[in-house]
Each structure stands twice: as C-alpha cells, then as structure tokens.
C-alpha cells in the first residue's frame, strides 16, 4: 500500500458540503492535505442576494478547515476569472449563443489557474468535490491514459462539467467523492459534526452565485426592444429546410423502420418519457453515402422568415384611423423583448408572454435583426432537432487515443446538457466537422453548449445505474 502521506493533496475547499467531505476523506486515507480557497467574483450588484456571497463561502470553508485539522490558505483569481469565463460569456451571448460558464471554469480556472497556484504551495494533486470517478490504464505502449467516469449517484454526475479537460490536467485531479451518493455525503458530513453540513447546495454561475441573467449580461450588452413572434405549424408544412431534414432521414433509414421521427419525446426538463430501446433507426452504410454539403445541410435549424403587413381600420364611434397587422397563416407578433441576445432556444420563464394553453419557448434567436421566435408547448416542431454539428476547431478528446479519424462512424451515448439522461447517438467524422445524428430527436440543441459523448464500461457493481457505467470520451461545442 502507497504510503499517502507522502503525497501532497490541495482541495478547492469552496465551502459546501461536497468539497468538506472530500476534504476529510482524503486526510482519513492519510493523504497530506491543504485546503485552498478561491474568490473568483468581487461584484455583489449582480447577484439576487445582493451581497458577497463569497464572503460567507470562505468563512464556513475556513471553519471547515479548521474542524479536519488542515491548512487554509485564500487565493484572488478573480482578473483571470474574468478574462477567461466572464469575458468569453459576454462575447458568446452577444454572437446569440450561450455558453456553459461551469465547464468553462473547470477548464480555464479550476484546473488550470488555480492547479497552477495549488502546485506553486507544494500539490502533487488538486481535488474537487466533483461528483464523478476517475481511472487509469495503460495504453499499448504501456503509458498511462486518465479516463473520466460518470459519478456513482446517478442524480448527481458532474462529469458533464468536466468534458474539456485534458490527460494534463486529469493527471493531477482527484475526485474523492465520485464512488459516493449524495445522501451519504451528507451523512458523513453530519457524523463529522461539519459546519458545512446543512449548506444548500450553490446555484447559478459558478462562482458568481445566482444571477438575474439579463441584468448580469446588461453590464456590457445593452438592451434593444425587438419583437417576439409565434411560429404556426403551417410554416414548416412549406419550409424547404424542415422537408430536407425530413427527407434525409427517411433516405438513410434501416429497412422496415415506419418512418422518421421529428418531434421529441421530452415533456420538460425534469420529466422524461421512458424510452423504448430499438437499436439504431439509420443504416450505417447509408449514413457512411451522405456528402458532407448533405450532413452540413441536415445540422442546419430551421431559418424563419415570416413577413408582416399592416392594413390601417377605423375604430369606435369617431371611427379614428389606426394601424394593426394583418393576418398571417404563418405567425404573430405576439410582444416585445428587451434583445434577442437576453434569451437562449428552450427558454420559456421570462417573456411575459400569456393567452395561451401551454407553454411558449423560445425557438430561435436572430441577433442582426433582433427578432425572438417562439412556438407554443412541447410538441412544438421547432424545438425538436435530429442531429448537430461541432466543428474541427471545436473538437475536444479526452481520450486520444480513441480519437476518430475522418470518414469514421461510431455509436456513442451524448448529453447536450447537464442532467440530460444520456441519449443514443451515431458519430461521423468529416473533413468538415463531427456531425451527432441522435436516434430520437433533441429538444432544445442550443448553439454555444457543449455536447460530451460517452461509451459503455465494464463495472462489478450490479445495482450500478446504465447512465453511471460510461466512460466520457470527448465533447464539442454545438
């Protein structure tokens, strides 16, 4: 056995019960452990408390220390938080993208940044209280090769989070509680009598605490009132994109499948349809025909361009002259938005928008003509993709040595989102870029986010959940 006190652990000690736990596991196993802390964020006026949330994180973190018994030492990477994560946010959500601020952070500042500051004080290692697990094995060569698997607690795997980090980094990184389920993270930090036991776990921006996200963004983007406008069913009955997309699918479709599936099963976020697992609905070597202009096309979303005219009425008994939109079979101006850059697809709290049965979400933004398109309920057509596109540049393994070479396919599992249960997917590599043809349809693919994929793992653990015997082998961004 290793003796570990001779090995050097620093642990983002952020205040909350994961990180406290993880903190005490690693110097029960003997580990010689300090805690670091990191401000990443000064300005209190954005966040909905309205005060430094930080400076609460870094007391209870500092009486947490002092309860196992380990060093405490602070760190301000607040300027490369902002270069690096704030910075690129605003430069995103401008483009009419958005970002995932937490995987950029874990890239960019965990463990870079602050894995820099930690090995500077001495650290072999840098731990997180990351919900996730890590292994090593050995290529052909005999080299070591750090593989990313899901967290045991299926409702807590945050290796999501973790998808452009790189063997580098990984080399360095321990997870002391990915084998571990949340209610026994708790457990142990209650028996351990920490202060950080009760804590509610942290939402919003990593690092920035909960923000009213409009007026987070109103620091640098300023608002411009634009029109919101409903998309009728009847447009895609005559949009060219919507028929390719449809007729491309049926044409690459395995022999006796019914036919193509355009809308998703997904009700909401937090609910899921069980899905019926029927293996792939393509045929491979159709797939492996498509041109990549045809793959290109099929990634494409649906553009809208729906014109209004106005015709001028006369009302009341003065019958004064007013002006109103005319009908139209294909939408309606249903409101006003303070700009389209505010607002990502899938959005539906926030556009005040009532007079309807279900729910309105946003399908699309157009930032050059600030204009929101949006579509009533679930079902709606626009809010349902099939397949996505990362570009070269965008292109990110994990494993490089299971790196796909160009004309290659392969069956993988994806998440486009955090807490998406994994969905099955079919990979193709081209010259221009990796294409992601879902089995059944997305809901809400979002430019900007990241898409991770995974494979299967062999594991021993029989009550092991499907989604937390996958091995995370790269990502992209949408």
Not at 63 to 68: G, H, L, N, P, S
Not at 129 to 155: F, M, W
Not at 311 to 336: A, C, V
């Amino acid at each position: 056995m290793a003796d570990n006190g001779k090995i050097k652990v620093c642990i983002g000690l952020s205040g909350g019960v994961d990180s406290s736990v993880a903190a005490l596991l690693l110097k029960q196993q003997g580990y010689d452990v300090f805690a670091l802390f990191m401000q990443n964020w000064h300005d209190a006026s954005t966040t909905l408390h309205g005060d430094c949330e930080w400076e609460e994180d870094r007391f209870v973190a500092e009486m947490v220390a002092r309860k196992i018994g380990i060093p405490f030492y602070f760190v301000d990477l607040s300027e490369e938080y902002r270069k690096r994560v704030v910075d690129y946010m605003f430069d995103e959500y401008e483009k009419g993208r958005t970002p995932n601020p937490d995987v950029l952070c874990n890239r960019e500042i965990k463990f870079d940044a602050f894995l820099k500051c930690a090995k500077k004080l001495g650290a072999d290692f840098v731990a997180t209280g990351h919900y996730c697990r890590k292994e090593t094995v050995t290529d052909a060569s005999g080299q070591p090769v750090y593989r990313i698997l899901a967290g045991a607690d299926p409702n807590k795997d945050q290796s999501y989070f973790l998808c452009q980090l790189t063997q580098e980094q990984l080399a360095q990184a321990m997870f002391p509680i990915g084998e571990i389920e949340k209610p026994e993270v708790r457990r142990i930090a209650h028996e351990a009598d920490l202060p950080s036991a009760d804590k509610k776990d942290s939402q919003g921006i990593c690092f920035v605490g909960k923000v009213d996200l409009p007026t987070f963004l109103q620091q640098k983007l300023k608002p411009c009132e634009g029109d919101i406008v409903e998309v009728y069913d009847a447009y895609y009955d005559e949009n060219e994109q919507y028929a390719f997309v449809k007729d491309t699918l049926a044409s690459v479709l395995k022999e006796g499948e019914s036919g193509v599936r355009m809308i998703t099963d997904y009700v909401s976020e937090d609910k899921v349809v069980p899905v019926v697992e029927s293996g792939c609905p393509f045929d491979l070597s159709k797939l492996e025909g498509l041109s990549d202009e045809t793959l290109f096309r099929l990634a494409q979303p649906v553009r809208y361009d729906i014109r209004f005219e106005t015709e001028t009425y006369r009302s009341g008994r003065k019958h004064i002259k007013k002006t109103r939109y005319k009908e139209n079979p294909f939408g309606k101006i249903l409101g006003k938005h303070d700009g389209a850059q505010f607002y990502t697809i899938g959005q539906r709290k926030g556009l005040n928008i009532g007079g309807h049965k279900d729910s309105v979400f946003v399908i699309e933004t157009d930032i050059e003509r600030n204009l929101i398109y949006v579509g009533e309920g679930h079902t709606h057509k626009g809010l349902s993709r099939s397949c996505l596109r990362v570009a070269p540049e965008e292109i990110h393994w994990i494993r490089e040595d299971l790196r796909m070479t160009v004309g290659e396919i392969r069956r993988y599992r994806v998440r486009i989102r955090y807490r998406q249960p994994l969905q099955d997917a079919t990979l193709i590599m081209r010259e221009n870029g990796l294409y992601i043809l879902f089995d059944q349809p997305q809901r809400g693919i979002t430019p900007g986010q990241f898409a991770a994929w995974y494979a299967p793992v062999e594991t021993s653990l029989e009550t092991r959940a499907k989604d937390t015997s996958v091995e995370m082998l790269g990502s992209g961004v949408i």
